[in-house]
């Protein structure tokens, strides 16, 4: 199936593997050709890419392209699709100039469910296509190290999909994936939404008209003769779907992989341990537009056995309490050796953490620029380049300006003609944006996943008439482009580490200055601490979250004793990920940017890269 692509269009691209089965495409594919199926139209041309190599999965058809709705249909090899598209993750759109890529499951379906509203002339379509993405259209759009709800969707239920693809054997009698534990557990949590009240105090007048018809328990007649019921007394609601209790693009996403799992596995040795996800499946099955979509897509609902048994309504007299025990989960630190740990607190243990670092002599050294030498002519700038232009205070604008010249002067320094320059978290773009005007002969590229933020973005790059940025909307990691210089101004928490350990894989450059040190964690590809050196001490994970912790008690009274004492700690944690970078072969250095009141986390670290 082969249409030309129309120019001047913005185009989507999906991994199109084969298999020795046929046409098998992998989850995310699944998820956002279901979409599109479901939205019936998209104004988009449609690029399958596809490997030389064939994979022998044990995967077999599965969610297919729906016929009529890209306005195009291609399949190319990865040598053929533009390099900026091979420069991040599939799934990802690129629009017909090829300035502005998004990538990544949740980016993506969120563009083409946008997309397809936007496009829509029926004001009714619009509103419930747009009512998929829930409360101020937030749904799916926290990246994965933020949200327990994005990272379930985008990292661990493709897997269950993607294993299969790959070949990876699963035993049916007793192996529950990853993604299925985590949703199964999160349909038997309480429902917590925004208009929470609202929508128990519906339920409570369905439970009221209920009585006569139906056995209920006696707390529930008695809240009916109440004249006034307190939220506390209103019954909880139940998990329908899985964002709590409208149908969301959530939904649409996971439904691929739970609908292969129930495909491929016997049921009645597990139906016990998931009844919470096959309620949920039969909802999905009631839903005439899901269905239409799903048989478009050339796949039709499973039929289990007492299928019509159970209401769709019904309370479960489950307390919700029995949760299915992963093997090694998130946070596995905490529980290592058996031991409950006792949480650490600044005031009691942060004395004895710093004086094992006297012991043990390790020293923070800031160095700093001469406040001269940095500044940059502001005035003579045009005016859609000072930040104030991003909808900043004017005060905020100021501090924003100092902070862009610290970062701004290493740059121009270290990078030559022709670098590829990478503003990794760049919300609005205040560093990218000047560094782009600093630097013309460079190549800028932001990479962001606030929608919002590249909106200001893109305005003012437009209105400068810049040529040489690229954005990229989507999580950091999904940016996989090669590049000389990374940089980040203030982000947060674990995404510093990830600006740092994604610049070591490149072999680049890197000036960041972090912000939120409290909010680091453990993931999939950061351990604190970082270093070998703390690790010999040794520093415990808790130790280094202490540290961090400490490091946010910062204030604008800079000579306030626990702003002194959050320099400190500040400067700690960033000397693990200075010896971190050390031992990659990195040359660093830690400054303070000037004026040191530009803000409070005013540490900047910079990392020489290694000659090649």
């Known amino acids: 199936m082969t249409k030309n692509i129309t120019a001047h269009e913005d185009t989507l691209y999906l991994d199109g593997e084969y298999t020795e089965h046929g046409q098998c495409f992998k989850a995310e594919t699944q998820s956002i050709l279901l979409l599109s199926s479901y939205c019936s139209k998209i104004q988009l041309s449609l690029v399958l890419v596809t490997k030389v190599c064939l994979n022998k999965g044990q995967l077999k058809n599965g969610i297919q392209v729906p016929d009529d709705c890209f306005s195009s249909i291609e399949n190319k090899l990865d040598h053929e699709i533009p390099s900026c598209i091979r420069d991040c993750r599939l799934p990802a759109v690129c629009s017909s100039d090829q300035t502005n890529i998004y990538s990544g499951l949740c980016t993506v379906l969120r563009f083409v469910l946008k997309r397809a509203a936007n496009m829509s002339a029926d004001v009714g379509n619009k509103s419930k296509l747009l009512s998929l993405l829930g409360h101020r259209l937030y749904c799916l759009k926290a990246c994965s190290e933020v949200s327990p709800r994005t990272k ?75 004249q006034v019921v307190w939220t506390k007394d209103l019954p909880q609601l139940e998990h329908v779907f899985a964002e709590g209790v409208d149908f969301s693009i959530s939904d649409i996403c996971i439904f691929p992989c739970v609908h292969y799992f129930l495909k491929t596995t016997n049921i009645s040795l597990i139906k016990d341990k998931i009844p919470g996800i096959l309620k949920w499946y039969k909802r999905m099955k009631v839903l005439p537009r899901l269905k239409t979509a799903l048989f478009k897509c050339g796949e039709s609902f499973l039929h289990f056995e007492n299928d019509g048994g159970e209401k769709l309504d019904s309370h479960p007299e489950s307390n919700g309490t029995e949760v299915i025990e992963l093997a090694t989960g998130e946070n596995s630190e905490d529980k290592k050796d058996g031991k409950k740990r006792i949480e650490m607190t600044i005031r009691r243990d942060l004395p004895a953490l710093l004086q094992k670092f006297n012991l043990y002599n390790i020293a923070v050294e800031f160095s700093k620029f001469n406040e001269d030498e940095i500044l940059l002519e502001w005035k003579s700038f045009p005016k859609e380049l000072h930040p104030i232009e991003g909808e900043l205070s004017s005060l905020r604008a100021m501090r924003k300006c100092h902070q862009i010249e610290n970062l701004a002067h290493v740059v121009k320094n270290i990078a030559k003609e022709g670098d590829r320059i990478v503003d990794f978290c760049s919300g609005g773009g205040h ?57 980040a101004l203030h982000a947060c928490g674990v995404a510093s580490d990830m600006v740092v350990q994604t610049c070591i894989s490149r072999k680049a450059s890197f000036v960041i200055s972090p912000c939120c040190y409290g909010k680091v964690r453990n993931c999939h590809w950061i351990n604190y601490p970082q270093s070998k050196l703390f690790r010999r001490i040794p520093v415990l994970f808790e130790e280094s979250l202490l540290l961090g912790h400490a490091a946010d008690k910062t204030s604008w009274n800079f000579e306030n004793k626990h702003a002194v004492e959050g320099k400190l700690c500040m400067g700690l944690v960033d000397v693990d990920r200075m010896n971190a970078a050390k031992e990659h072969g990195y040359n660093t250095e830690l400054y303070t940017m000037q004026p040191h009141t530009c803000s409070p986390k005013n540490n900047m670290l910079v990392g020489i890269a290694p000659a090649l």
């Open 152 to 226: 379930m969707c985008e990292i661990h239920m493709p897997l269950i999909v993607n294993n299969a693809l790959s070949d990876t054997k699963r035993n049916n009698e007793i192996d529950i994936p990853e993604g299925i534990v985590l949703f199964e557990n999160l349909m038997k949590q309480p429902v917590v939404i925004h208009n929470m009240d609202k929508r128990q105090r519906v339920l409570l007048q369905k439970l009221d008209k209920s009585i006569g018809n139906e056995p209920i328990k006696d707390s529930l007649i008695s809240k009916k003769e109440k």
């Open 431 to 487: 560093v990218g944006i000047v560094l782009a005007h600093l630097l013309p002969n460079c190549k800028i590229i932001l990479v962001e996943n606030k929608e919002e933020s590249l909106d200001r973005a893109r305005a003012r790059i437009s209105a400068l008439k810049l040529n040489n940025i690229t954005i990229y909307q989507c999580n950091l990691e999904y940016f996989r482009g090669s590049f000389e210089i990374g940089v």
